[in-house]
């Protein structure tokens, strides 16, 4: 936990699965795929990685000129990169920008993030495919973003990242173990006011039984006296006739 911090240093897609980043099981087939996954960053990608921003989010209607436009009053750019798809030409949603300087991509990091374009708040972030070690995109499981609905959720980058772990004392269920004493007597406790809860039901029974009997006697007679004298008017009866 020495080396814990909330940005990932190294890119690890187990511990990008996980909330505070001490996972040591996989939990989803996403995660599978990026660890067994051998990527290797895209050679054809030209520029300095150090000085490139990465912007997701963005409207699918936004141009290259719209983000020239915005991002340009942070510093000189040199290349602006919108990712489209290869087959149709549309936007995919995300660009890669690069200044002249890093005084200009460190005041964009700053200020640009959250920012609204075409009426889409924007991420922003530095590139981490050529400048974090490990780095595995999301469309093989890896990267930082995802949805809580898709199941795919990533930590440890800006917009995510890990929350600091909650240490707690380690607890051992061995009655035999530490502790063991605290849990026999515990143990004992509990039989002791169990066997005296029984031994109070039972007195409480023995002295109700009493009660009981002489409710049953006091009814009996009272029958018994009932029957003898509905007897004493049949022979009054008898007799009159």
């Given at each position: 936990m020495?080396d814990?911090?909330?940005?990932?240093?190294?890119?690890?897609?187990?511990?990008?699965?996980?909330?505070?980043?001490?996972?040591?099981?996989?939990?989803?087939?996403?995660?599978?795929?990026?660890?067994?996954?051998?990527?290797?960053?895209?050679?054809?990608?030209?520029?300095?990685?150090?000085?490139?921003?990465?912007v997701?989010?963005?409207?699918?209607?936004?141009?290259?000129?719209?983000?020239?436009?915005?991002?340009?009053?942070?510093?000189?750019?040199?290349?602006?990169?919108?990712?489209?798809?290869?087959?149709?030409?549309?936007?995919?949603?995300?660009?890669?920008?690069?200044?002249?300087?890093?005084?200009?991509?460190?005041?964009?990091?700053?200020?640009?993030?959250?920012?609204v374009i075409?009426?889409?708040?924007?991420?922003?972030?530095?590139?981490?495919?050529?400048?974090?070690?490990?780095w595995?995109p999301?469309?093989?499981?890896?990267?930082?973003?995802?949805?809580?609905?898709?199941?795919?959720?990533?930590?440890?980058?800006?917009?995510?990242?890990?929350?600091?772990?909650?240490?707690?004392?380690?607890?051992?269920?061995?009655?035999?173990?530490?502790?063991?004493?605290?849990?026999?007597?515990?143990?004992?406790?509990?039989?002791?006011?169990?066997r005296?809860?029984?031994?109070?039901?039972?007195?409480?029974?023995?002295?109700?039984?009493?009660?009981?009997?002489?409710?049953?006697?006091w009814?009996?007679?009272?029958?018994?006296?009932?029957?003898?004298?509905?007897?004493?008017?049949?022979?009054r009866?008898?007799?009159?006739?």
């Open positions: 020495a814990w911090a909330p940005i990932a240093k190294e890119y690890d897609p187990l511990k990008a699965g996980s909330i505070d980043g001490t996972d040591e099981e996989p939990h989803d087939r996403a995660i599978w795929r990026a660890m067994l996954a051998r990527y290797v960053p895209n050679k054809g990608v030209t520029g300095d990685p150090h000085l490139t921003l990465f997701a989010r963005l409207n699918l209607q936004t141009t290259e000129e719209k983000l020239k436009e915005v991002f340009s009053r942070y510093g000189d750019i040199r290349k602006i990169r919108l990712v489209r798809d290869l087959v149709t030409g549309f936007s995919k949603g995300y660009a890669f920008i690069e200044y002249k300087e890093e005084r200009a991509l460190l005041k964009a990091h700053r200020d640009a993030n959250r920012l075409d009426q889409h708040e924007i991420f922003v972030d530095f590139e981490l495919e050529r400048t974090l070690k490990g595995i999301r469309r093989l499981g890896g990267g930082f973003g995802g949805k809580k609905e898709s199941g795919q959720l990533r930590f440890g980058g800006r917009d995510r990242p890990f929350r600091k772990p909650i240490n707690l004392p380690a607890m051992k269920s061995d009655l035999y173990g530490e502790g063991s004493a605290e849990k026999r007597n515990w143990s004992r406790e509990g039989a002791r006011d169990w005296t809860r029984e031994r109070d039901h039972e007195r409480s029974r023995d002295k109700r039984w009493p009660e009981r009997e002489r409710s049953w006697a009814g009996e007679s009272e029958r018994d006296s009932k029957e003898d004298r509905s007897r004493g008017r049949d022979r009866d008898r007799k009159d006739r």
